[in-house]
């Protein structure tokens, strides 16, 4: 039934028009969600959304959306939702909480939240969802406003594998790279053990290329090294935090832009909490936890997380 | 061919050639020196060695080297020392002890430090031997017995320009990768801070692996998304730590093989000194020196230092 | 003479006084609620439980109390409820769940939590009872399962003055030591402040008694210096890890008995939420958690939580 | 009086004893040193010192020491040489290089080196010591620069019982409280353990009282519950670190005075070393290593080192 809808909708469109098109639903429209909705309307799909901020709400009404006054009206009216919120308990709110969307949601809905939380409560509402026998896929994504902008992100997916075919056409609308990564739950999963290494290796970078910094060592040539053995990594070789290794880095340019230290600290957040959840040592993870904690508190968060190298670097003389 | 290299350079290298060849000496014929020893005798040097195991010196003398009685004895009668020991207070004592290198060396000796030891000892050790008119390198090395048999390994090497080259020639016959890393020292800081990044991140990548298998995700899958995302690394991309994750890594036989993780230990242990002796935070190289020091006092010293991965993984009921 | 102190107070105190006996309710009858419950009975309440359990519930069944269905029939019948749970998970759902005491609760019911969980959750499950016109203080308590036999546990309690002093005669009849802490919360606060402090404590002096024994020193001895001098605590002092330095520690018995390994991972794990909530650091406290919960991980969750010296000290030869 | 004693002891000891008083060395008058020097002057010893600080050397001369120009030439003319140096390297250039003590030291002297250094060094120096028949004890002190004025430092010593018996006249001359530890070296063991414990647990207390602190809770108050429970300890109970809970701690004075957190860094520093040595695990020693590096490095090295409550609890907004 539901493939039938969507093969009606791939025969009709460009790529993505039918004559009926079915209405999907946006709910969350801040810095990503506001590009992610906007490229949904550009594919074709007519589009109702729902925002706590009026602001946010119409910049996407101009842009031909209509509007919902609350998760559960919007979810009376639309066969996908997507959504993309802050954290977990708001997740749980839009979903579960009074009229949240699972109150009205109608049988076979797809929902696809591309927020990133942790897997258990990412489970747990999709369990809620099933029991309303809705389909809720958590469908979280890297590759940052940019690539929100751009229709560039990848999503991260979690849900059976034919969930997952009927999910990809509307995240190919949103994203370039849309991977499976198992059953539910397995997006965050994947999602928060990638920037767990990520967080690690950042401020492991960050403290190498400070020591050898400071023993004398010219940091180029220091980055050359990493990156042609055995220390090679994503955040030396592309995103090296020292300024001046790479010209296009944000540590080169301020540590404006990229990924915020407070969303890194987020971030390692959920890998602790879910290691926590389920007994399991992070002594590494826990550590860069603490670093970006740190970072945050005395200020930093709003820089890009491999300021990290700056902390450690600079010395203050009270 | 290599060999003709080596040749051609001898004979345009006034300083270093002579009709008959120099005798090159060496010292620390252990598992990674005997191998080294070995190479620059097939490259057709004249080799003198010294070691304290009667052993590992009749193996060398077998292949053609004459043997010195004592680190004076043999800086008696070379002009070009090569030294591989296990840590900076062997270097301090073959160098500067009684009987050392440095109370019989020749004005001129070329001495090439290929041990791994903290910058420090490196950049005094070689200050002493300019007092004594000679010149010597920090060049440790990165490929393991592996490479030494294969006369495949990285040198990093610090001294100036001109002697660098003139080093060059000699590592040339035990390696294939001669980087220049800076002044005198800084090829410890590079090895240190190289291996600092390695340790760091391959905890990294078993906490993180061993958390999302825990959480339900297929290890295959989770290691091709951390490979093409912001979560590559050497220790993921070419030694995961995962078992059945790559065929040929240490973990698919049984952590056997590869570097161990008391090696791992001693490592860390020089940047942990390093950062120390100049005042400088190292918070994940620390925890992953804690986590390591744990692994050896659990008898787990041996095994390739991807063990961290078992060591997380593994739950006992006592 | 106690039971003489509570009489005396009923007599003077209109509000909880009457000629019939108000019916006291208790919720949570295991290792430690048991213990509480049976003390309100000898001190003469009307008990009324409920527990999971069946055998739980007959045991104190054959002590005189009656028996409710669930909490929500519990809280028909009852002025004053007890609740002595494991989690916060628990505790919402007993309080906040279908069936649970706030479905039902009597306008001015006094709601006495002695569970140990995060301040967060404490504020706002009271919270939630105030919107029902009931008043919810948070009474954890230390002093183990010893002290809740002997009726002789420190109860540390969150809410005003005058709700302190409602429930102070409930509480002196379960404990010895009585004290106000705050508002609503700050019981949770200071039972989670003492037990990060504890738990700290005990892992940082038995890595230095584990030093001080390899180094050559004897254990009473240094132990001794300790308690003198600016080193000395209560894990040092009266609690010592170290096998026969105190003669009726649990460390003089195998690490039997005392207060398990995995309750104080659970302690440490709050005290880590409660940070990670308000964005505050907390560098020992996560070290902490991580080597109790590789404790854990490594089967010794039941053993006393000083046996982390043990294993810090044990060497394996794999 | 206790000249009195000081003088019994030498009258009896005939080892010691002399119709003419032996004279005394002392190396290192700087802030604790030049208060010991004093304080044997006061006890009526004739005293010879060295310090390389002309300054440090002439406010000793007036107080009536005779000066050396080299440990050699003090240790030509004393039977008894204390030493206060600031840490490994000094001690082992004073005693075992050019021109030290060593190199001249009679038969027979004793040697006490009251400076917090390594055990491992104390022991190695020690032993030299014995191979020129001379007998050095370590003897590390606390009780900071008030107790070296006022003669009231503790001492912890390291040595035979019969050695300890020497050297402990001469210690009360500068102490109140001489504790023997156990043989060569165990004094620095208790010394650096004891101050393991310390660093540990002060910033345990700082971790807690902050986050009790911002999670609203009275620090007097949870200052309180702390000293009456399981949390007490030395610097929750005599020096808290959170301003206002005691009246005259380094907190309530804006932190200054007291212990500096650069020397606490550095008695860290020592056990990190040490545990290093032999291989043993140190989670929170490594943890709480870092907190003070940190602490140093950003500008706090000079203040007390309870100023780590104010490092938590401070917030910068860039």
Not at 291 to 309: H, P, Q
Request: glycine letters at 12%; proline letters at 4%.
């Amino acid at each position: 039934m539901f493939s039938n809808r969507c093969t009606v909708f791939l025969l009709n469109n460009a790529r993505y028009m039918s004559t009926a098109k079915p209405t999907v639903g946006f709910i969350g429209l801040g810095n990503m969600g506001a590009h992610q909705a906007a490229n949904l309307i550009k594919k074709g799909h007519n589009l109702m959304v729902f925002d706590l901020s009026k602001d946010n709400v119409n910049k996407l009404k101009e842009k031909g959306a209509s509007v919902a006054s609350s998760p559960a009206e919007l979810a009376k009216n639309c066969d996908v939702i997507v959504t993309m919120l802050p954290a977990s308990k708001h997740v749980k709110g839009v979903y579960c909480g009074e009229n949240g969307i699972l109150s009205t949601v109608k049988p076979g809905t797809l929902l696809l939240d591309s927020s990133t939380i942790d897997p258990e409560t990412a489970r747990e509402v999709s369990k809620i969802a099933s029991e309303h026998k809705a389909t809720m896929l958590d469908c979280p994504v890297s590759g940052g406003t940019g690539g929100a902008e751009a229709g560039t992100l990848t999503f991260m997916v979690g849900g059976s594998e034919s969930d997952f075919n009927k999910a990809k056409p509307y995240l190919e609308c949103m994203g370039k790279n849309i991977v499976h990564c198992g059953g539910v739950g397995t997006g965050q999963v994947a999602k928060v053990c990638n920037n767990l290494v990520l967080g690690i290796s950042m401020v492991g970078v960050s403290e190498a290329m400070n020591l050898g910094v400071k023993l004398g060592m010219d940091p180029k040539k220091l980055a050359g090294i990493f990156n042609t053995s055995s220390a090679r990594c994503w955040s030396s070789e592309l995103y090296n935090p020292c300024p001046g290794v790479l010209e296009n880095s944000p540590a080169s340019r301020g540590y404006t832009g990229g990924f915020g230290s407070a969303l890194m600290n987020k971030d390692l957040g959920l890998a602790v909490d879910s290691a926590k959840s389920i007994g399991e040592p992070l002594p590494l993870g826990n550590s860069a936890h603490q670093v970006y904690t740190l970072l945050v508190a005395k200020g930093e968060g709003n820089k890009d997380f491999s300021v990290v190298y700056d902390f450690l670097n600079k010395r203050s003389d009270n």
